[in-house]
C-alpha cells in the first residue's frame, strides 16, 4: 500500500497556506507584467503607424451572428521592420526549413519556423493594432459570413497600399517559395502571395471554432487607393497563419491552433511561436478541417492570415 504524505499541523499548515498564496499573487503578478510589457509595445509600435485609413465599406459578420456595415484598410507607409523587408531578414533565413504535420495522405499542413523575424512579427502585430484603434477593436470581420459562435476575436483586414505590396509580398514571399508545393490541383504556384492580410486578435477566452477555410480570388488594393482588385484566374490554394507572438517571448498562454485528419479521428496542435508560418489546404475538398482554441490570461493573441495562390492571372476587375 503506498502511503500518502504525513497531514500536517496547524502551524505547518498555515505557513503552506501563506507561501501558496505567495506563490500564486507572484505568478499573477509576473503574468500581467508580462501583459503589460508585451501590449504597452505592441500600441506604441501602432501609435507611429499614422497612414491606417478606411480603403472601401463592406457588410461584415460579427462574433454572434449580427452583420454591420464594416471596412477593410489599407495602410499607406509600413512600419520600418516590414518596410527594410527587402534589404533585411531574420538571422535564420538561410536554414528556413519545411515541418510537415501528419494528419493522414489526403491532407497537406505543414509549418515553417522563423519566417519572420521577432522585430517582424511585433510590426505586423502593431499593424492590426493601428486597424484595431482606428475601427473601435470591432469584432466585424468584413466581405465574410461565419456562424453565430464560430468566430471569437477582434478583426483588423487590410491591405497594403498598391505601391509597397509587391516590394513587402515580394520579399515575404521569396523566403518560403521553394518550400511550398509548385502545383495543386493541376494550377501553378502564382508568382504573387495575395495582398489582403485578414489579422485577428485573441483576448481572454477568445477562440475561432472549427472551420474550413473558403475558396477567395488573388485580390489587392488598387490602384487608385480606394478599391480591392480580384486577380481573373488566381485562386487561394493555401492558408498561411503567421503567428506574431507566444509565451516564452511575450507571455501568450494558449491560442493553438488545432488541425484534424480528413474523418475528424486525429488531430494535431501547433503552438504558437513567434515568427512561425502554418500552412494548410483551404478551398477544396481537402481542405484541412481546424480551429484557433481559446486564450488564456491577459496577453492576446495576434495572428495574419494571408493566402498562398495559384493559377495564371488572365486579368483584373474590380472586387470592391
Known amino acids: 500500500m503506498q502511503l500518502g504524505p504525513t497531514a500536517p499541523t496547524g502551524a505547518t499548515a498555515a505557513a503552506a497556506a501563506a507561501a501558496s498564496v505567495a506563490l500564486n499573487c507572484s505568478s499573477i503578478s509576473s503574468m500581467s507584467a508580462a501583459s503589460s510589457i508585451y501590449q504597452t509595445r505592441i500600441s506604441a509600435l501602432a501609435e507611429s503607424i499614422t497612414t491606417a485609413r478606411p480603403l472601401v465599406s463592406s457588410r461584415g459578420s460579427g462574433n454572434h451572428g ?16 516590414l518596410a527594410r523587408m527587402k534589404h533585411s531578414s531574420p538571422p535564420p533565413l538561410q536554414s528556413l526549413q519545411r515541418t510537415d504535420i501528419d494528419l493522414g495522405p489526403d491532407r497537406l499542413a505543414f509549418y515553417i519556423d522563423n519566417a519572420l523575424s521577432h522585430d517582424e512579427a511585433d510590426a505586423l502585430a502593431s499593424c492590426a493594432e493601428a486597424v484595431l484603434e482606428h475601427n473601435g477593436h470591432s469584432r ?26 509587391p516590394r513587402f509580398f515580394g520579399a515575404l514571399f521569396d523566403r518560403f517559395r521553394s518550400l511550398v508545393p509548385p502545383t495543386l490541383d493541376g494550377l501553378p504556384l502564382h508568382h504573387r502571395l495575395s495582398e489582403k492580410i485578414a489579422q485577428f486578435k485573441y483576448g481572454d477566452g477568445d477562440r475561432f471554432n472549427r472551420h474550413v477555410d473558403g475558396l477567395f480570388p488573388g485580390q489587392g488594393a488598387n490602384e487608385a487607393g480606394d478599391g480591392v482588385d480580384e486577380w481573373t484566374g488566381v485562386v487561394s490554394g493555401m492558408s498561411i497563419l503567421f503567428y506574431l507572438n507566444d509565451g516564452p517571448n511575450d507571455g501568450l498562454i494558449g491560442g493553438e491552433t488545432r488541425l484534424w485528419s480528413a474523418d475528424a479521428s486525429k488531430y494535431v496542435d501547433v503552438t504558437p511561436a513567434k515568427g512561425r508560418a502554418l500552412f494548410f489546404r483551404r478551398g477544396s475538398y481537402d481542405a484541412v478541417l481546424h480551429a484557433g482554441l481559446p486564450v488564456s490570461g491577459g496577453v492576446p493573441k495576434y495572428m495574419a492570415l494571408i493566402n498562398l495562390a495559384y493559377g495564371e492571372q488572365t486579368g483584373m476587375s474590380p472586387m470592391f
Open 66 to 81: 449580427e452583420s454591420g456595415q464594416s471596412s477593410f484598410y489599407t495602410i499607406d507607409e509600413l512600419p520600418p521592420a
Open 140 to 165: 466585424l470581420a468584413p466581405g465574410i459570413q461565419t456562424p453565430p459562435g464560430m468566430r471569437i476575436n477582434e478583426a483588423a483586414h487590410w491591405y497594403p497600399s498598391h505601391a509597397l505590396a
